[in-house]
């Protein structure tokens, strides 16, 4: 692709993430074309469909892979918490919205369930000790998701506004219980 090619393409981009991330799956591709100041066609010229589109622009990263594949497993619990209530994170927060909501599409619901796979479950359950590695490990998925639903979709949830070192201690030791098994 030409510099305005790339340009054009990641200027639609952009504004599709910002988009797909406040209003969800169901925006249209014209008002993307229109933020991005280009044509509609051009929008599916690059990306060939909307699927497509939202598929490579609503990425969550390695947001947990640090956190999961090394470093000590003690007090994982609480620096998972931490992670999840901290402002780095809240930037990734209605991307995981617009994933959730969108989540009925075979296509996103897999790319939704591989970065829940590489982030959480192929680093985490081979450093897990004792019986039952794999579904501890889908169990902490399970009570991280719970946290971020709370977060993304009911952002006015007391649980959230009160004391976030208690929410902190006693959801990551809940967390914890899982990775050391006790």
Known sequence: MTGTATSTRDRIAASAQRLFSERGFS???RAIAADAGVDPALVIRYFGTKEILFLETMKMGDTF????????????????????????????LPLYAAMLRASDRAA????????IMANMMRPL?????????????RLIVTQIGGLLNALSIFPDDPILHGDKSALIEIYGRNIQHLIDNT
């Not at 640090?66 to 994170?89: A, C, H, M, Q």
């Not at 996103?108 to 970065?115: G, H, Q, T, V, Y």
């Not at 359950?125 to 490990?137: D, K, N, Q």
């Open 27 to 29: 925006t249209p591709v």
């Open 125 to 137: 359950s081979p450093r897990l000790i004792g019986p039952h590695a794999e579904l501890r490990t």
């Open 108 to 115: 996103i619901r897999e790319k939704f369930r591989e970065a």
């Open 65 to 92: 892979a640090d956190l999961t594949s090394s470093g000590p497993l003690e007090g994982l619990g609480n620096k998972i918490v931490e992670r999840l209530l901290s402002d780095e994170f809240a930037a990734v």
